[in-house]
């Protein structure tokens, strides 16, 4: 019999989330049935999209009951099977949830490569919730040109990393929008970018006009809100402006605040366009090629800042919520 611990939701949130709303629980797992694996969880996203679960009826993203372990993402490797489609051994991508170990049907995961990246790698720069919404956000609906001025905020997290470094690869001036100088730092000399702006320094809306004078022709947002505004005020003629997410709100659901300038769309001939990447399934394939073939050439790089411990899994929520990270987070139970 083997057991499993996990992290499971006790209370929902009240605002930021504590580490308080969350207990670790140990349980037996049943008997492998005819099609199912066991598996070792070896890694597991920590993605924004988990703390809108946490919430009632009203989450973006769906809800999870209380008493139940927190949604994940993950990578596991299989210690056991009993599925015609799976070896002892191979490393699967699937919805592992946060625990450290799982049974699921084979045919709800994915068996990965690990010839020229870690398996792990398809969480960060090939993960559907990282670069390939990174990828879907900045190529297919940003539709960048040579040339444009893009600017990305929550660009020091995950998806902001990579949008960035996809944004320069399309051959943009990018400005990377983050909180605090190490995180800028990180942006200008690891991820690339032109420039960085601090939005805890101050006056972002002043600082982009300095940073883009001519006007932001892309702005790709993770956060929403005062930090939308900011990018509002400075968007060029024609601009595009990507809502890939809105971080910023993540903890108040139910009293959103939207943006106050949004008048700039019409008075610049903008648009605003949202995106769910699961929108973009079809291209999946495509875009992980050209993703893996930049990891190849060296032009794409996502630093990873690895919790160590199921058992952690809670306080990497509030990691990720309050920006203790650069690049992907993830957990290794
Ligand atoms: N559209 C889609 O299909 C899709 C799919 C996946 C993810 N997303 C979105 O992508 C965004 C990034 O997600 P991620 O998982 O990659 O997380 P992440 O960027 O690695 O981490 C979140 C970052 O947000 C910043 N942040 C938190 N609260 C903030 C606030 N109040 N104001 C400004 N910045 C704040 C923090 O950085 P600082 O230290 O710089 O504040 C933190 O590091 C989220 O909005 C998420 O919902 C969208």
Redo the contacts with the bound molecule.
């Keep these: 019999m083997t057991t499993t611990r996990k992290a499971v939701l006790t209370k929902r949130p009240d605002g930021e989330p504590v580490e308080a709303d969350f207990s670790i629980e140990e349980a037996e797992l049943p008997e492998l049935q005819e099609g199912e694996v066991l598996l070792k969880v070896e890694h597991l996203s920590?993605?924004?999209?988990i703390r809108t679960t946490l919430d009632g009826p009203q989450g973006l993203h769906g809800t999870m009951d209380v008493g139940t372990p927190v949604m994940a993402l993950g990578i596991g490797r299989v210690v056991d099977s009993r599925s015609d489609d799976l070896n002892q051994g191979d490393a699967v991508f699937g919805p592992m949830g946060a625990q450290t170990n799982v049974i699921w049907n084979a045919s709800m995961l994915r068996k990965v490569e690990e010839t020229d990246v870690p398996a792990r790698t398809y969480l960060g720069a090939l993960g559907m919730?990282?670069g390939l919404?990174a990828y879907?956000?900045m190529l297919v609906c940003g539709k960048i040109e040579e040339g444009d001025t893009v600017v990305v905020?929550?660009?020091?997290?995950?998806?902001?990393s990579i949008a960035c470094q996809l944004a320069k690869i399309a051959g943009a001036r990018v400005i990377g929008?983050?909180?605090?100088p190490d995180?800028c730092k990180f942006l200008t000399d690891v991820i690339g970018c032109d420039e960085a702006a601090d939005?805890?320094a101050g006056d972002l809306n002043a600082r982009l006009k300095a940073l883009a004078p001519d006007g932001i022709n892309v702005f790709f947002d993770?956060?929403g809100?005062d930090?939308l505004d900011a990018a509002l005020d400075n968007i060029a003629k024609g601009a595009r402006v990507v809502i890939?997410?809105?971080?910023?709100q993540?903890n108040d659901m139910e009293h959103v605040t939207g943006p106050r300038l949004y008048l700039r769309i019409p008075e610049r001939n903008a648009s605003m366009i949202?995106?769910?990447?699961?929108q973009y399934a079809e291209q999946f394939p495509k875009m992980e090629e050209d993703i893996s073939g930049w990891i190849k050439e060296g032009r794409i790089n996502l630093p990873e800042h690895v919790i160590e411990g199921g058992d952690n899994f809670p306080s990497a929520i509030v990691t990720?919520?309050?920006?203790?990270?650069m690049?992907?987070?993830l957990v290794a139970p």
């Design positions: 920590i993605d924004a999209f919730t990282t919404t879907a956000g905020s929550a660009a020091a997290g995950a998806v902001g929008i983050a909180g605090g995180k939005y805890k993770n956060v809100g930090v890939c997410g809105a971080i910023s993540y949202g995106f769910t990447v699961d990720l919520m309050s920006g203790g990270h690049g992907k987070l």
